[in-house]
């Protein structure tokens, strides 16, 4: 075999080889290529081997069964209902009931408003009794707080401190110094991460 001229063929090259329509200089080199010649080959083997594999389609009554699942509106169902509609409301019964359905809530909303116009007193004095019943209700809660609140095991103790104005100051010093301790001892803490950070980088 002589040494082959050209380039070596391409994916595209033996597609077209494959087709029938390779030019002749390119058949030549595949003549002369045994390494071109051996892919050709498998490529047609492959080819082969893929038109010889059975047509692959859908069961049959398969498109029947798809359409069976899909529902679809019925356009003469829908205009069914609209000419039933339109046959229940032509009735004079129909029309009487719908009438009359309307002027009872007409009639019932007209008779809320007459009444609350005539008995503005009886609402207002319903109001009254609401409001007051309202204002003892929140008195008797308050009553009862205070009370839990004085019968506090504490509030002995306390009440006798506030009734003694140094003991109440003296109170009010301890209770500052005790929160001003605490606010220079959490600064502290604080503070300690960061020289401990400035320690180590040096």
């Known amino acids: 075999m002589t040494h082959p001229s050209g380039p070596h063929f391409s994916p595209d090259d033996i597609e ?14 595949l003549e002369t290529c045994r390494e071109c010649l051996e892919r050709a080959h498998v490529e047609r083997e492959i080819v082969e081997q893929l038109i010889a594999l059975p047509a692959m ?15 679809l509106p019925d356009p003469f169902a829908i205009r069914s209902l609209e000419a039933r509609r339109q046959r229940l409301f032509a009735r004079p019964k129909s029309l009487a009931f719908a009438a009359s359905l309307t002027l009872l809530l007409l009639g019932s909303m007209t008779a809320s408003i007459v009444w609350t116009l005539g008995h503005q007193e009886t609402l207002s004095a319903l109001g ?3 409001a007051s019943e309202t204002g003892q209700a929140a008195w008797l809660a308050l009553r009862g707080i205070a009370t839990n609140f004085i019968e506090q095991p504490w509030y002995a103790g306390a009440r006798e401190l506030a009734a003694s104005p140094g003991r109440l100051a003296l109170a009010s010093a301890f209770a500052s110094l005790t ?15 960061t020289q401990q950070v400035a320690h180590a980088s040096l």
Not at 57 to 71: E, T
């Open 179 to 193: 929160y001003l301790a605490g606010v220079v001892a959490l600064r502290r803490l604080l503070a300690l991460p």
């Open 16 to 29: 077209v080889w494959l087709s029938g329509a390779l030019p002749p200089e390119r058949e030549r080199h």
């Open 57 to 71: 389609g859908p069961a049959l009554g398969f498109s029947d069964r798809v359409m069976q699942s899909v529902i």
């Open 128 to 130: 009254s009794w609401l």
